[in-house]
């Protein structure tokens, strides 16, 4: 059984398909398929039903691609390892995140002092990044939420004020800060159902014994503050998205007075997971600077 037999097996495994496997892997589709035959004589036993050109895994090979997974993974780890401790390469960090806008500006500031090192990042939904993660695919995870699992480890990195966004010349404009029960009538703009922030916003307007009233639902901060100025409505704005406001003057932010109106982010990682001397910096870049910036605030 070679190596490249296991990596040609996973793409066709991933696509069941010879022709797209073929084009992922950059390979001629004859040369493929007899990639697979022979490590199904190598193994004794078919690993897909065939019916005409059609491929599907059977049990088989459902069970032995798990195994193929855990062994090339194993192998990449062991790659990265035996690189980083032999100097051979700065060091690349992957991470995945349903908020990657959010870490931007950690890793522009960490990269200031590292410029050697590369990140690879993915937008990926919570789900998927929590499946990265447990596969080894990733060295961080980043999000608000928290990762139940075990052998997950968290460390905060980010804290977040949210922020009222109103209509220029509402009734609450121009304040500097609100009760969010003071707009318990009032329509707002929301994320979808799904979004990673819909529940930080529910949560924020029931504890202020608000039931809201989404008039439009969207998927980004930039729809939100557009569609307040149109005067559709209120929306929960978090700190980082500030930017994303210049359809929107000053006046129209309010700092929302209530408990609980901050969001902390977190890096999660595996705990058995090895992580290359350039991601633990990384790590300990993160903690310290949110050491730095939150707890001093907290004591000042």
Same mark, same amino acid.
């Given at each position: 059984?070679? @190596?490249?037999?296991?990596?040609?097996?996973?793409? +066709? #495994?991933?696509?069941?398909?010879?022709?797209?496997?073929?084009?992922?892997?950059?390979? $001629?589709?004859?040369?493929?398929?007899?990639?697979?035959?022979?490590?199904?004589?190598?193994?004794? +036993?078919?690993?897909?039903?065939?019916?005409?050109?059609?491929?599907?895994?059977?049990?088989?090979?459902?069970?032995?691609?798990? &195994?193929?997974?855990?062994?090339?993974?194993?192998?990449?780890?062991?790659?990265?390892?035996? $690189?980083?401790?032999a100097g051979l390469e700065a060091g690349t960090i992957h991470v995945a995140s349903p908020a990657l806008g959010r870490l931007s500006a950690l890793i522009g500031k960490f990269l200031e002092s590292h410029p050697d090192v590369r990140f690879q990042l993915k937008q990926a939904t919570a789900e998927e990044m929590e499946e990265l993660l447990e596969a080894g695919k990733i060295d961080f995870g980043f999000s608000a939420l928290p990762v139940r699992k075990p052998g997950i480890r968290e460390l905060p990195v980010l804290s977040?004020?949210?922020?009222?966004? +109103?209509?220029?010349?509402?009734?609450?404009?121009?304040?500097?800060?609100?009760?969010?029960?003071? $707009?318990? =009538?009032?329509?707002?703009?929301?994320?979808?159902? =799904?979004? @990673?922030?819909?529940?930080?916003?529910?949560? @924020? @307007?029931?504890?202020?014994? !608000?039931?809201?009233?989404? +008039?439009?639902?969207?998927?980004?901060?930039?729809? &939100?503050?557009?569609?307040?100025?149109?005067?559709?409505?209120?929306?929960?704005?978090?700190?980082? =998205?500030?930017?994303? /406001?210049?359809?929107?003057?000053?006046?129209?932010?309010?700092?929302?007075?209530?408990?609980?109106?901050? /969001? /902390?982010?977190?890096? !999660?990682?595996?705990?058995?997971?090895?992580?290359?001397? #350039?991601?633990?910096?990384?790590?300990?870049?993160?903690?310290?600077?949110?050491?730095? /910036?939150?707890?001093?605030? =907290?004591?000042?």
């Amino acid at each position: 059984m070679e @190596l490249l037999q296991l990596r040609y097996f996973r793409a +066709v #495994a991933k696509h069941e398909h010879m022709s797209r496997a073929a084009q992922e892997l950059h390979v $001629a589709q004859p040369a493929l398929s007899k990639t697979i035959a022979r490590l199904e004589e190598d193994l004794g +036993v078919s690993l897909f039903d065939r019916r005409g050109r059609q491929i599907r895994l059977n049990p088989i090979g459902k069970a032995f691609l798990e &195994k193929t997974e855990a062994a090339l993974e194993a192998l990449e780890e062991g790659r990265r390892m035996v $690189a980083d401790m032999a100097g051979l390469e700065a060091g690349t960090i992957h991470v995945a995140s349903p908020a990657l806008g959010r870490l931007s500006a950690l890793i522009g500031k960490f990269l200031e002092s590292h410029p050697d090192v590369r990140f690879q990042l993915k937008q990926a939904t919570a789900e998927e990044m929590e499946e990265l993660l447990e596969a080894g695919k990733i060295d961080f995870g980043f999000s608000a939420l928290p990762v139940r699992k075990p052998g997950i480890r968290e460390l905060p990195v980010l804290s977040e004020e949210a922020y009222l966004a +109103v209509p220029p010349g509402h009734p609450f404009a121009g304040r500097d800060s609100i009760h969010l029960s003071e $707009a318990a =009538n009032e329509p707002f703009i929301g994320y979808q159902p =799904n979004h @990673l922030y819909r529940k930080r916003d529910e949560m @924020l @307007l029931l504890n202020a014994g !608000v039931v809201p009233r989404f +008039v439009c639902e969207v998927d980004e901060g930039g729809a &939100k503050s557009s569609l307040v100025r149109a005067g559709l409505g209120l929306a929960i704005i978090g700190a980082c =998205n500030r930017g994303d /406001t210049t359809a929107l003057p000053p006046e129209s932010l309010l700092r929302i007075v209530s408990p609980g109106n901050r /969001t /902390t982010f977190q890096l !999660v990682w595996q705990d058995h997971h090895y992580l290359s001397r #350039a991601a633990m910096a990384f790590r300990d870049f993160a903690a310290a600077s949110y050491r730095e /910036t939150y707890e001093t605030a =907290n004591i000042g």
